[in-house]
């Protein structure tokens, strides 16, 4: 049982170019999300998603897609990347079908530069 | 925009010492809060959850109380150890909004041997 395993670990792009950031579980969690974090902020929400074939936004969700084709995986995609999107990046799942009904496991993140 | 504040920011503490972190926020109508730890270039763990409806969540060294009321959660821990020096963030769960947690920005916590 591996939890929730994030690819890369670090990413650096140019202004312009896209990527995907890879987001995996293999707990069989409905609930899935992506967070931002960066200096002196507290972890922002950006998408989430309560089951498969069902996403939303978060709270910055401008810049980024998501989509959630199966019930393991949750990729986020940067459509065109800008220095603004220099963060760590983190996902999360939890078994509950929402944010709030259990504790939620966390990946180990993905670093990105945007240059 | 509903707040969560952590103080301290940052506290350094000899080892052995019990220590108390806060959490404040403004949102009146939460759900849930949860305290995480975070260490340097890793993901977030889940320490404790605790209920609205609940007054407090022990696990071994760690007790983690909730005052809905005047907005408050403490982390309590006992017996500090150097082990424990790592980033503790606060967060709650409202269901109001987007569906997610609201973190406050952290206390780093360095245990000294």
């Known amino acids: 049982n591996a939890g929730v395993t994030q690819t890369p670990k670090f990413q650096v792009l140019k202004t312009g170019q896209s990527m995907t950031l890879q987001c995996a579980q293999d707990?069989?969690?409905?609930?899935m999300s992506w967070y931002r974090q960066d200096p002196g902020m507290g972890l922002r929400l950006i998408h989430y998603s309560v089951g498969a074939g069902i996403t939303d936004q978060g709270e910055v969700p401008n810049g980024y897609n998501v989509s959630r084709s199966t019930t393991e995986d949750f990729p986020l995609r940067l459509l065109s990347a800008a220095p603004s999107q220099t963060s760590v990046y983190f996902c999360a799942s939890s078994p509950s079908e929402f944010a709030g009904g259990e504790t939620q496991y966390f990946g180990p993140g993905t670093r990105l530069l945007v240059l | 925009k509903q707040e969560v504040t952590q103080i301290p920011a940052a506290l350094s503490v000899p080892e052995g010492e019990n220590l108390v972190l806060n959490c404040s926020f403004t949102?009146?109508?939460?759900?849930?809060l949860q305290w995480f730890r975070q260490d340097p270039g890793k993901g977030l763990t889940s320490l404790l959850l605790?209920?609205?409806?609940?007054r407090e969540q022990t696990s071994g060294r760690l007790n983690a109380s909730l005052d809905k009321s005047s907005g408050r959660s403490t982390l309590y821990i006992a017996a500090s150890q150097p082990g424990d020096s790592a980033t503790y963030l606060c967060a709650y769960y409202s269901g109001g909004g987007a569906d997610g947690l609201t973190f406050g920005k952290g206390t780093h916590l360095i245990i000294q041997p």
């Open positions: 949102d009146s109508a939460i759900y849930n």
């Open positions: 707990m069989n969690h409905e609930y």
């Open positions: 605790i209920q609205s409806s609940q």
